[in-house]
């Protein structure tokens, strides 16, 4: 999966990150006349998707805060990627990287992968991740303490604990992240349906052994449904 777009995203989704240099979508002024057009067109997807995304989140009533910030990431090697973390005060902040941005090819497919963001945030997956991940290492660690393991082989169970305990909810989280997602872009003005060709540009995960992402598939299964429920087709 390495290298590309939503896959390598959708895994970030839930990690921090610490060393990111991002500013707001609305101080970014590239240089470039086209990556100049671009910018502005993200901005504005921004602002809608945010306004969008805050109502849902509120509505939700899950998460204490629904101030989004989405950022761009300027760090001048950084892949195609989007992800979604919080900063210190607990502020929901969605990053997206310069090749992120270039590789979406309307404002539709920006809408879609901000909207799959904001979704994980108001979904609270981050805190529930950390928790699954805590529950199994503790599972794990026990097990094999009960087998006479000892504190190396211990921590070495609770590691492979933690990320089983991740892996297990990936494909789920971001099925849910999808459904809410579409449910977002289409809030904030913009097609779902134009917006999930993206899945087609990036490589299905199915084939991929212990895949922790569900098939494009079925990712696209889900944003139909979501699309009926709201009458969009
Ligand atoms: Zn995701």
């Given at each position: 999966m390495r290298g590309f777009a939503l896959s390598l995203v959708l895994l970030l989704a839930a990690c921090g990150s610490s060393s990111v240099i991002a500013i707001p979508a609305a101080e970014w002024q590239p240089s470039s006349p086209a990556l100049r057009e671009k910018a502005r067109e993200f901005e504005q997807v921004s602002r809608a998707v945010a306004a969008s995304a805050e109502k849902e989140c509120r509505r939700q009533a899950?998460?204490?805060?629904?101030?989004f910030a989405i950022l761009v990431d300027?760090?001048?090697?950084?892949?195609?990627n989007a992800f979604q973390t919080l900063d210190e005060d607990g502020r929901p902040l969605i990053i997206f990287t310069r090749p992120m941005i270039d590789s979406t090819e309307n404002a539709e497919e920006m809408a879609f992968v901000m909207g799959h963001e904001a979704a994980h945030h108001i979904l609270g997956h981050i805190a529930r991740q950390t928790k699954n991940a805590k529950e199994s290492a503790r599972i794990f660690g026990e097990l094999a303490r009960k087998q006479g393991a000892d504190d190396a082989g211990i921590e070495r169970a609770q590691a492979l604990g933690a990320e089983v305990g991740v892996q297990n909810y990936t494909r789920v989280f971001e099925l849910e992240a999808d459904r809410l997602g579409t449910k977002i872009t289409h809030a904030a003005g913009y097609d779902p349906m134009v917006g999930?060709?993206?899945?087609?540009r990036i490589p299905d995960p199915?084939?991929?052994?212990?895949?922790t992402h569900p098939p494009n598939a079925e990712r696209v299964e889900a944003v139909l449904q979501t699309a009926r429920q709201l009458g969009l087709r």
């Open positions: 899950r998460s204490a805060n629904c101030d300027l760090s001048s090697r950084a892949p195609a999930m060709v993206f899945f087609q199915s084939d991929r052994f212990l895949a």
